[in-house]
């Protein structure tokens, strides 16, 4: 089974700092990595897509497979990125539900 | 097209009552999923549907919980008796069939307070 862990419920940053928000899964095969955030009183999104390569709001995130890790980084962060932030996966070949992790809330401070 | 909607936005019922959610997908997307969110938890997956087919129920979906998609458009989520552990907010998204490539958009999700 797959398994999610995001290790800081909480992460607040100034800002202009740099953020980085851990996500750490475990599963066997080759997983497909998302992250979703959720600003305060708005659905939840998708923010990136680790197939895409892409940035959105200048957040990166690079797939490690070796440490199974998919972490979210912005190098200069903004008030506006204060949010929840949920790391999800699903195996490649299935194409069905995500698996979340519990979210981290990041905060960043004028 | 609004995106994915729920309704209602909130249920509070009594222990014991049946209540049903709905969940209106993006009109071209033919997968649907509901998920159930509880409080300092990410989402965690029920069921899901390609069109009007229910193709993988988790083992969360109780047999109180039932869900449908009787044309392959919109889907009901029903509990049946509810209890206090059923107070969550329960999420609907919705996806084309490549989901590795795209993600679910969600809905705004139905908060469910048993009291």
């Known amino acids: 089974a797959q398994r999610v862990t995001q290790p800081e419920k909480l992460l607040s940053v100034f800002k202009g700092a740099p953020v980085e928000l851990k996500c750490n899964y475990s599963y066997s095969g080759s997983p497909e990595l998302f992250w979703y955030v959720q600003y305060s009183r708005q659905r939840l999104q998708l923010l990136l897509r680790?197939?895409s390569r892409e940035s959105i709001k200048g957040f990166t995130a690079d797939l490690n497979k070796g440490e199974t890790s998919f972490h979210l980084k912005k190098p200069f962060a903004q008030e506006e990125d204060s949010a929840m932030y949920y790391c999800a996966l699903t195996p490649e070949t299935s194409g069905s539900r995500l698996t979340f992790g519990e979210g981290t809330q990041l905060t960043v401070n004028p | 097209d609004t995106g994915v909607s729920q309704d209602p936005r909130h249920k509070i019922t009594k222990r014991g009552q049946n209540v049903t959610f709905r969940c209106d997908p993006i009109s071209e997307h033919n997968r649907l999923y509901w998920y159930r969110q509880t409080l300092g938890q990410g989402p965690e997956f029920l069921t899901y549907f390609q069109n009007e087919a229910q193709l993988e129920k988790s083992r969360l979906l109780s047999d109180r919980f039932s869900a449908e998609r009787p044309k392959g458009s919109f889907s009901t989520l029903e509990i049946q008796r509810t209890e206090q552990g059923d107070s969550a907010m329960y999420l609907c998204?919705?996806?084309?069939?490549?989901?590795?490539?795209?993600?679910?958009?969600f809905g705004s999700g139905t908060r469910l307070t048993v009291v």
């Open positions: 680790h197939i």
């Open positions: 998204a919705s996806s084309l069939d490549n989901l590795a490539g795209y993600g679910y958009t």
